[in-house]
């Protein structure tokens, strides 16, 4: 190609990535109306990102009433064409679409199977472990623990937090799998960091009762710490009221004690509320 052409077919390919980026960019402002007409111009230029942003708005749009049949199919119009060429999050949303709708005329295994395998293709750490609970749970697919713990680990490896959780789940209790202590306290430690609260629970608890590891009152009390700080969690706020009522593990404060019991109590925890009326 000589110069002078060279020069004609750069603005017009600036253009085109300029274009591109006006759609992502008003998608992640969220300005809506305009992403609308950024992402409706691309999408049909054939951008398999602006096809999946597209489709998200469309999603984003229903609100459950009759009327919203048509946002629907725009909906699953645009995450299809996206999908098709080989777009990884629209392949996963679809699996999403298929897999976890509570509507039945909408809810359809096979196609969320064919997505999430599509994107499990690309590595995708989120379609892993979608993918890994339809064969833990028989889902649409005949029941495959070993399929499943394959997919979570996977998913695990790359960093996917629900799938550590899951992952220290099943050998935590020994799931289908052998029971393995170690390598939950592995896997919850992993989640824990990323601040799953499940894990850190579970965690907590292990070390609290030496459930599988040394028993390690301060390692429990810091995990039922970063839980109480959550308030996520009333159990936890309860077993950390009672370390600092005895004194084990951590040094006995009866008002950090009360204050936890409180705490716990005003979720709901009756052990707690037992705790206060003492």
């Given at each position: 190609m000589n110069i002078k052409k060279l020069l004609l077919v750069m603005p017009l390919l600036f253009s085109f990535v300029t274009y591109a980026r006006d759609c992502t960019t008003e998608y992640e402002n969220k300005n809506y109306e305009k992403a609308l007409i950024e992402c409706t111009q691309e999408a049909e230029k054939g951008s398999s990102e602006a096809q999946y942003l597209l489709g998200d708005l469309y999603y984003q749009a229903i609100t459950g009433d009759e009327q919203d049949d048509?946002?629907?199919?725009?909906?699953?119009?645009?995450?299809?064409?996206?999908?098709?060429?080989?777009?990884?999050?629209?392949?996963?949303?679809?699996?999403?679409?298929?897999?976890?709708?509570?509507?039945?005329?909408?809810?359809?295994?096979?196609?969320?199977?064919?997505?999430?395998?599509?994107?499990?293709?690309?590595?995708?750490?989120p379609s892993q472990y979608n993918l890994a609970i339809m064969y833990e749970y028989g889902h649409g697919v005949e029941q495959n623990i070993q399929k499943a713990l394959t997919l979570y680990i996977k998913s695990a490896e790359q960093g996917y937090m629900d799938a550590q959780y899951a992952l220290g789940l099943m050998y935590d209790k020994g799931d289908g799998i052998e029971q393995d202590k170690q390598k939950a306290i592995f896997w919850y430690e992993k989640a824990a960091e990323q601040g799953d609260f499940n894990s850190q629970f579970n965690l907590a608890l292990m070390y609290d009762e030496g459930d599988g590891v040394e028993q390690n009152k301060q390692k429990a009390a810091f995990w039922y710490t970063k839980l109480a700080e959550r308030n996520v969690v009333p159990e936890a706020q309860y077993r950390l009221g009672i370390m600092y009522d005895k004194g084990d593990g951590v040094e006995q404060n009866k008002l950090l004690a009360n204050k936890y019991f409180k705490q716990s109590c005003e979720r709901g925890f009756e052990k707690a509320c037992n705790k206060l009326e003492k």
């Open positions: 048509s946002l629907y199919q725009k909906a699953i119009y645009w995450f299809t064409k996206s999908a098709e060429q080989g777009y990884v999050d629209a392949q996963y949303a679809l699996g999403e679409w298929y897999g976890n709708s509570d509507d039945e005329t909408v809810q359809d295994y096979q196609k969320a199977l064919f997505w999430y395998e599509k994107a499990v293709e690309q590595n995708d750490p």
